[in-house]
């Protein structure tokens, strides 16, 4: 039964040690240039079948659109992150005027304190799951 336990414990830490690992590697072709993701994939390309000289600069090519294409698109993902953030927070000011016009100043108060009692509450929550790992 010990050695059970034993074995099963190692196996854990085995297995928790390896995510972790894991997780501290960056993904392939994070932080790269186009050129060197194109670069990369190609050798690897070349190796795996045997490409020729000239099939190796056509699948460059190939490589190289494709990654900057990618790249364009990572671009525009935060610039329309962005952009989502400054439509909501546009949205929350003019729903916090409407409300500011329908609630007497007493409510309006109550109001402004329990929408930033439920922010804080969202932040906790996400340094939680962050501090978990969760992201």
């Not at 795996?48 to 099939?55: D, Y």
Request: positive net charge.
């Amino acid at each position: 039964m010990n050695r059970l336990f034993l074995v099963a414990m190692t196996l854990l830490l085995i297995g928790f040690t390896s995510a972790t690992f894991a997780q501290d590697q960056p993904m392939e072709g994070q932080g790269r240039s186009p050129e060197e993701r194109a670069k990369n994939l190609t050798t690897r390309m070349t190796k795996q079948f045997g490409l020729s000289t000239e099939q190796q600069s056509s699948v460059y090519e190939v490589n190289l659109n494709q990654a900057k294409k990618v790249e364009e698109m990572r671009g525009q993902g935060k610039e329309m992150r962005q952009q989502k953030v400054e439509q909501m927070k546009q949205m929350r000011t003019e729903h916090e005027e409407r409300m500011k016009v329908i609630l007497t100043p007493d409510q309006f108060t109550s109001y402004v304190k329990m929408r930033e009692a439920n922010q804080a509450k969202r932040r906790e929550k996400m340094q939680e799951r962050r501090a978990a790992g969760g992201k």
